[in-house]
């Protein structure tokens, strides 16, 4: 899910869904559903709660509204949805892109479940989406995983 309100007009191209849906055919997943939506808290809850609830997908990215500016509203949107928080996908961003820009400090993603779906936001630069997603790539399907019960203990499955 693109957050952004000149992408939602058709006023600018979401090249970080491009990206998105690259990386995630490096872990052999598939992107299902790509919606555009204006940067608005109520409108990217309600699809988060879709996403999961409904059309109860596996991984929901999303990607821009992670910063400080005034219509920045993903994580609020998204802490709203998450029944609980996962805050070391963040932090592992976070710390990955503060290597190689200090601006990284900046970012308010977060990243959480709610049932059996992880949804995880990104910023909306396709440079930023891809530094990102590699830091938390490798892990997502084990996530994915533990998260349906597939894996025991010490990451045995089941």
């Known amino acids: 899910m ?3 309100t000149k992408g939602a007009r058709g006023e600018r191209k979401d090249e970080s869904g491009a990206v998105i849906r690259e990386m995630v055919a490096r872990i052999d997943g598939q992107v299902v559903r790509h ?3 204006p940067d608005d808290r109520e409108r990217i809850r309600e699809a988060l ?3 999961a609830d409904v059309d109860k997908l596996d991984l929901v990215l999303t990607t821009g509204g992670t910063g400080v500016g005034p219509h920045d509203v993903t994580p609020e949107a998204t802490r709203a949805v998450i029944q ?3 805050p070391g996908i963040a932090e592992a961003m976070r710390i990955t892109t503060l290597k190689k820009t200090r601006f990284a400090m900046l970012s308010r993603s977060l990243a959480g479940t709610r049932g059996t779906t ?3 936001n990104l910023p909306g630069s396709p440079k930023g989406v891809r530094e990102c997603l ?3 790539i490798d892990v997502i ?3 994915l995983e533990l ?3 597939m894996t025991g203990d010490h990451g045995e499955i089941r």
Request: net charge neutral.
């Open 2 to 4: 693109t957050a952004s």
């Open 35 to 37: 919606e555009v939506l």
């Open 49 to 51: 709660i879709r996403f």
């Open 84 to 86: 609980r928080e996962i």
């Open 118 to 120: 992880l949804i995880i």
């Open 134 to 136: 590699e830091a938390v």
């Open 141 to 143: 399907p084990h996530a």
């Open 147 to 149: 998260m349906k019960g």
